[in-house]
């Protein structure tokens, strides 16, 4: 793991950058080129906070309703969550535009 050292410089990877969470004790890795993973012990030793950010390489056209492909995603993250050893509270899944392409903005605690 690499301690964060600049944490008002993004991250980048592919497609995208990140700012690291606030505060000062918070590490990452990046297992690759679009998934980072920051870390930060909580006060009980047994607790860490992970925050994921994590982009994905879709097919360039889709024919689908905005709606289809809104819930495909939906239903790939939710069964990927499903198969972890961490537990979520909320998930948030919204459609936007980014660089004029269609786009899911998942945030997920």
Known sequence: MI???EPDKPITLQGFSVLPPKGENWQYVKPDET????FEKGQDETH???VRAQ???LPAKST???E???ESIRSEQLEQQS???????DNEFAL???KNTLCVRNHSM
């Open 83 to 89: 198969k972890t050893k961490y537990k979520y509270y």
């Open 3 to 5: 301690k964060v050292s």
């Open 35 to 38: 998934t980072i993973f920051f």
């Open 68 to 70: 289809n492909f809104l």
């Open 48 to 50: 860490t906070f992970v």
């Open 64 to 66: 689908a309703p905005k």
């Open 55 to 57: 982009g994905a390489i």
């Open 96 to 98: 936007t535009e980014e």
